[in-house]
């Protein structure tokens, strides 16, 4: 099973002690993608994360003052206070560092104020919370690795080789996500034209334990992303364990 460092022990109690209190926020990123591929007992390497990522689920955003006092109320539990490093606004998430009662900075958490999307239950431990569905996150990280993001965040490569080597995928519902968003992917130019430029910050990548040569790594995801890069309209369904594309009957 994928191990996990003290840190993200701790940032699934603040994910939990969050849930506990009725926060309405849906999890996202590193620590949701991490408990997809436990459940599917993939443990070929693993990606150390030190940040907690959210959307809000409520119906309208709260003023930064009462979110502040409402994750304080949850964090209490715990010894925990969430002070404010960054006010949420147009296109810019709730920024928030989690201190212990020494004012030592534990973690951070971001909460995106835009709407919240599809959600299931994830267990760790004893501890339960809704986060983003597989779908999901493996939407969002194609459409970066579509667009020059790729270079920003090439810790999405490692995410989708990992994903897609344990979890079904059907082409046509990761298009419906992207169409229910209005989201604009991109060409994928980055991905296929500039190899090296995208090695480079590849190897750059730092707290992953047994790391994926990157040739390796694009060559598993060059099959993997060819229906999205020629844009084909086949309902293809991506089966994990033969690393292939089937056409959905």
């Not at 209190?21 to 591929?37: D, Q, R, W």
């Amino acid at each position: 099973m994928n191990r996990l460092t003290d840190s993200e022990k701790l940032m699934y109690d603040v994910m939990g002690a969050i849930a506990n209190s009725n926060v309405p926020v849906i999890y996202k990123g590193a620590m949701v993608t991490k408990l997809i591929l436990r459940e599917h007992d993939f443990d070929d390497f693993v990606r150390e994360t030190q940040d907690i990522d959210a959307s809000w689920a409520g119906a309208d955003p709260p003023p930064m003052e009462r979110l502040t006092a409402m994750l304080n109320n949850a964090l209490f539990v715990l010894g925990l206070t969430a002070v404010v490093k960054r006010e949420y606004g147009e296109k810019m998430s709730a920024g928030y560092k989690i201190v212990d009662s020494a004012g030592d900075v534990k973690l951070s958490i971001d909460i995106d104020m835009r709407a919240a999307v599809d959600s299931r239950t994830y267990q760790y431990g004893n501890v339960t919370f809704q986060g983003v569905t597989p779908d999901n996150v493996i939407a969002d990280k194609i459409s970066v690795i579509a667009s020059d993001k790729v270079f920003r965040r090439s810790k999405d490569l490692i995410d989708i080789y990992a994903l897609a080597h344990c979890v079904t995928v059907k082409i046509n519902d990761i298009r419906g996500l992207w169409e229910r968003e209005n989201r604009v992917v991109g060409d994928f130019n980055a991905f296929t034209n500039r190899r090296d430029e995208l090695r480079h910050s590849y190897e750059k990548l730092r707290r992953v334990d047994a790391k994926p040569e990157f040739d390796k790594l694009y060559a598993y995801l060059t099959n993997f992303l060819t229906p999205f890069i020629e844009a084909k309209i086949t309902a293809f369904v991506w089966d994990s364990k033969a690393s292939a594309w089937n056409i959905k009957t």
